[in-house]
């Protein structure tokens, strides 16, 4: 009988009551065998089609009528047909048509392909209903529920009551009435626009203009945008300038070789501190030898040491010596009183002295206020600290008697515009002094020889 039922399964056109099983199950004609209590076995060799298709049919259900046939009433699926409609709302159909003059009521296919056609509603977006410290605020607005049950105030709201409001509302002028044919007339194709401060403007818009801050006017330098080159710069200048620009550049490398030389200065080693041959000997030598002046001192500590511990014993005054002490310190006060008094009376003869002496005072502290105004002025054009870096300025551009040009055609282009530029910008304090950043490479170059270059060496 399982021969015949094997001869049955193998020809075509056969249909078993099971379903159809994997052919990778069969090996040789033979189902293979399969070890169930392994997990990865599961779902490799569990015939789960009937589920499946359980679970599609319960989803095409609730896709196309919102939810199982099962569960729906017998109104909901079926109607009664009563037939054909009345005469008279036959009738009504050709002149709805008429009216809408032969345009059907049938919708677009673009609109019914945009339709939803599944009863089942999009999933809700938990993110979008989430509010930070939501259960916070539900407690408080409980809270303040039970309170205004009871009729109590919050705080808060008391403070809100209790503070006395401000009439900041801009009290509009009375607006002339528009058939008045005296009234000015505003132009709005004008050239020449409404300022804010304009009383049109107050009058319509109910908004005073706003105070510009007096510090927004005011440059962060005095100095030009553009700096014209002194005139030893130019392709064909003077003896007298161009020797003039020489001495300012060669002032400029004077003061840059000085620096140098100070910070060499600073770093450099003194002789005497080098190490010499005597000095390695004695530090080699140093405690192995005793010396003789170590021996002779240690007596002398000892009896410094013994001085020293012995206890000092003051004399108590008597109370004569007291009488006397407090005495002269009576009669010193007397005469300090006394010298007082007397200092005081002979500043009455020089009150034209010390007249003389405040106006000297007042000279020069208005000569100090002056000085400090000029200086401060003088800062107003120097570039200052905005960065962590000091603002260096560029090199002076600046070429030899030999090398000037005697006509514009022979003379060749030196430095930047971009450069100057930017070192300009920074001179005005617009932005910070700045240096191009350093390329770090973050990984080894490894250096490998080829093969081919291995071959020929």
Not at 18 to 36: A, E, F, H, Y
Not at 62 to 75: A, I, P, V
Not at 87 to 101: H, S, W
Not at 327 to 350: G, H, M, N, P
Request: proline residues 5%; aromatic residues 4%.
């Amino acid at each position: 009988s399982r021969r015949l039922r094997r001869m049955a399964a193998s020809q075509p056109g056969f249909l078993t009551l099971k379903p159809s099983s994997d052919p990778t199950d069969l090996v040789g004609g033979r189902r293979k065998r399969v070890n169930k209590n392994k997990k990865k076995n599961w779902n490799k060799f569990s015939d789960i089609t009937d589920v499946e298709e359980f679970l599609e049919d319960v989803r095409h259900q609730e896709r196309t009528t919102g939810g199982l046939l099962s569960e729906k009433s017998d109104d909901s699926l079926f109607f009664v047909d009563l037939g054909q409609t009345d005469k008279a709302e036959q009738n009504a159909e050709p002149d709805e048509g008429k009216k809408r003059k032969g345009k059907s009521t049938r919708p677009l296919r673009i609109d019914l392909i945009l339709q939803g056609d599944s009863f089942i509603p999009p999933p809700k977006d938990v993110l979008a209903y989430q509010k930070p410290n939501a259960k916070k605020l539900r407690r408080i607005a409980q809270k303040a529920e039970q309170l205004a049950a009871k009729g109590v105030v919050p705080r808060a709201q008391k403070k809100l009551l209790n503070r006395r409001l401000a009439d900041r509302t801009v009290k509009k002028a009375v607006a002339e009435a528009n058939n008045n044919p005296d009234r000015d007339y505003y132009d709005m194709w004008a050239q020449k626009s409404k300022s804010p401060a304009d009383p049109w403007c107050v009058l319509q818009t109910g908004k005073q203009q706003v105070k510009r801050p007096k510090k927004l006017n005011q440059k962060p330098s005095a100095l030009p945008a553009v700096e014209v080159i002194a005139p030893g710069g130019s392709y064909n200048p003077d003896f007298l300038s161009h020797q003039a620009l020489l001495q300012e550049a060669h002032e400029v490398e004077v003061k840059k070789k000085k620096q140098e030389d100070k910070l060499e200065k600073q770093l450099a080693v003194n002789r005497e501190d080098k190490a010499t041959a005597e000095t390695a000997l004695r530090e080699e030598v140093e405690g192995l030898i005793e010396d003789e002046e170590d021996e002779e001192t240690s007596p002398n500590k000892e009896d410094e040491e013994a001085s020293g511990a012995a206890i000092t014993v003051t004399e108590k005054k008597t109370e004569r010596q007291r009488k006397k002490e407090k005495a002269e310190k009576r009669k010193e006060q007397q005469q300090l009183s006394v010298k007082r008094q007397t200092v005081q009376q002979q500043q009455l003869f020089q009150l034209r002295s010390i007249k003389a002496a405040i106006k000297q005072q007042e000279q020069q502290a208005k000569k100090r206020w002056s000085k400090r105004k000029e200086k401060q002025e003088a800062q107003k054009a120097q570039p200052r600290r905005l960065g962590k870096l000091k603002f260096q300025a560029p090199d002076l551009e600046v070429q030899l008697r030999d090398e000037l040009a005697g006509s514009l055609r022979q003379l060749k282009p030196e430095g930047s515009i971009l450069k100057d530029r930017f070192k300009s910008l920074q001179k005005r304090n617009l932005i910070e002094p700045r240096e191009r950043a350093k390329f770090r490479r973050k990984l080894k170059v490894k250096y490998v020889e080829k093969r081919a270059f291995k071959e020929i060496t």
